[in-house]
């Protein structure tokens, strides 16, 4: 993978998205980058093909597909060191993945999923609002 600044990078979001987290990244390091919308809830067979999982943050550097909230910030903080968007030291990288782990697998896998995607947790509606309760 190149790291130059250089490097063509291509990322897939949507509007209230947790997308917006590397859009953030993305605009700190000041590295050019292409926005494609893969709005959720109205995906594409295109966007399928890039993503079987059919979830955003999906980031395209170098015809590299890259999914994954923890994997897409690892590389565009890979590709702008100098932006230091993990931290300064070693413990700051350590807490940012901490917290990059629980939220997008506690919080969005579980919480979220079960506040917005209750569908996945049952088949019985009738019982959608004690999930919902419980991911709140
Ligand atoms: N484990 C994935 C989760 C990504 C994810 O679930 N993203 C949401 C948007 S915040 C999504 O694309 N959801 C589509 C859906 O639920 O159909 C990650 O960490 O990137």
Redesign the pocket.
């Known amino acids: 993978m190149s790291t130059s600044t250089d490097t063509p990078l291509t990322l897939f979001w ?1 509007p209230g ?3 917006f987290v590397p859009h953030v990244a993305l605009c700190e390091t000041g590295l050019k980058f292409d926005l494609v919308l893969a709005k ?2 109205h ?1 594409t067979k295109e966007f399928e093909a890039i993503n079987p ?5 999906v980031l395209v550097m170098n015809n590299e597909i890259i ?4 994997a ?1 910030l690892t590389a565009i903080a890979t590709a702008a060191p100098e932006a230091h968007i993990f931290g300064q030291t070693p413990l700051e990288k350590i807490h940012v993945y901490e917290w990059l782990n629980y939220l ?2 506690t919080a ?2 579980q919480i ?2 079960e506040i ?2 209750t569908e996945r947790f049952t088949n019985n509606k009738e019982i959608y609002p004690q999930l919902r309760a419980k991911g709140y």
């Open positions: 949507s998205a947790c997308s959720v809830g995906r999982k059919r979830r955003v943050p999914t994954e909230m923890a897409v997008s697998t969005h896998g979220i999923a917005w995607r």
